[in-house]
Nanobody, 123 residues
């Protein structure tokens, strides 16, 4: 059983930064591609970024150049550093453990989700 716990959300002004954390229940990074998703009010959940088991990164076009996904193996934690935040980044952010399909550039989300952390970008 994989357990994921997100933290680090909050209220930030446009142009500001936040770092989200996702703590995993064990050493799962060699087994899964770790990803961040987000869901804004009234919208479907959308993929944001993936970090593969061999430490390759992939980003949605909407966040490329602004967000960085990384991990700390010793802490079993995945991070999402978010810079130059925009109001349209406002959403609940979720961590996921799944599989990365390179040929389709697609993150296959397994049913391992955290509870989410709210990010609000507003002046």
């Amino acid at each position: 059983q994989v357990q994921l716990t997100e933290s680090g959300g909050g209220l930030v002004q446009p142009g500001g930064s936040l770092r989200l954390s996702c703590a995993a229940s064990g050493s799962i990074f060699s087994l899964y591609a770790m990803a961040w998703y987000r869901q804004a009010p009234g919208k479907q959940r959308e993929w944001v970024a993936t970090l593969t088991s061999d430490v390759k990164t992939n980003y949605a076009d909407s966040v490329k150049g602004r967000f960085t996904i990384s991990r700390d193996n010793a802490k079993n934690t995945v991070y999402l550093q978010m810079n130059s935040l925009k109001p349209e980044d406002t959403a609940v952010y979720y961590c996921n453990a799944g599989n990365w399909i390179q040929s389709a550039r697609y993150h296959q989300a397994y049913n391992y989700w955290g509870q989410g952390t709210q990010v609000t970008v507003s002046s």
